[in-house]
Structure formats: structure tokens, C-alpha cells
């Protein structure tokens, strides 16, 4: 029977010097707490950073390999025709899409604020749907 992971990839030493460090200590100060030495805190820290960036590699890759389609907006798209366009590639890819006209439309006015101006496209924006219906706004 395999052991319950309470930090996912990370053990209990390598999260608890993460937090530490995202409180704002010093490795120094994280060895003087844990009790140990500063460099063995840097290998740990090191290691957990380590672990993580495979992770987000991994779930890229695993994101690769689960997508269904995607779509670029150009610049002078009206926002209001952006869902439109996503539902349609969705069903031309037989896929039920996990928001509606509201939902991708707000979403897209939060993920990318930066590409918008007024209700057009300033900059193109990228929309990547996956086999499970999620998609992913992604500004370019």
C-alpha cells in the first residue's frame, strides 16, 4: 500500500522550506528554525524546485497531449463574436465545452485584459480547447 502524498511530489521538509521562503526567510534563518545548516536548507530548496519544474512540464506535455483544437483571434475581432467562434470548433471537434457564451466571454475579459480594447482585439489572443471540454486563453 503506497503512502498518502500530503504535498504531492514534495516531502514534508521540501514544503515546509518553500513556505518559509515564500514568508520572506533567508535560508540561514530556515536552518536556524529547522536546525540545521544552510546548505543542507539551499539542497532541499534546490530539490523542491527541482520537483516542481518537472511537474509543470509534465502537466505541459500532458496538456499537449489532451488538446482538441485551438483558435487565434486577430486583431479588430469584436469580443462579442469570440465565444461564438470557440462553441463552434468545439462542436466541429464533437466536444461539450465546459462554459457558455457568458462564461468564455468573461473569462476572456479577465485572462486578457491587456488585448482589449473597448469590445475589440488589440492583440491576438489564442484559445486552446481540450478533450475534456476546458479550454485555455492564452495572450500572444
Known amino acids: 500500500m503506497s ?5 504531492g511530489l514534495l516531502t514534508e521538509k521540501q514544503y515546509k522550506v ?20 544552510r546548505e543542507n536548507i539551499s539542497i532541499i530548496e534546490k530539490n523542491a524546485l527541482r520537483k516542481i519544474k518537472l511537474a509543470e512540464e509534465t502537466l505541459k506535455t500532458y496538456k499537449d497531449l489532451t488538446k ?19 462553441i463552434q470548433l468545439a462542436d466541429e471537434k464533437k466536444i461539450k465545452l465546459k462554459g457558455n457564451f457568458t462564461t468564455i ?15 475589440k482585439i488589440i492583440k491576438p489572443i489564442k484559445i486552446t ?7 485555455q486563453i492564452t495572450k500572444t
Open 105 to 119: 466571454y468573461d473569462h476572456i475579459r479577465i485572462n486578457a485584459p491587456e488585448n482589449i480594447e473597448g469590445t
Open 68 to 86: 482538441a483544437g485551438e483558435i487565434t483571434i486577430e486583431p479588430g475581432t469584436h469580443l462579442v463574436t469570440i465565444p461564438q467562434k470557440l
Open 3 to 7: 503512502k498518502e502524498r500530503k504535498y
Open 129 to 135: 480547447i481540450y478533450k475534456d471540454g476546458t479550454y
Open 18 to 37: 518553500l513556505k518559509l521562503r515564500t514568508e520572506g526567510k533567508t535560508q540561514k534563518e530556515i536552518a536556524e528554525i529547522m536546525g540545521t545548516t
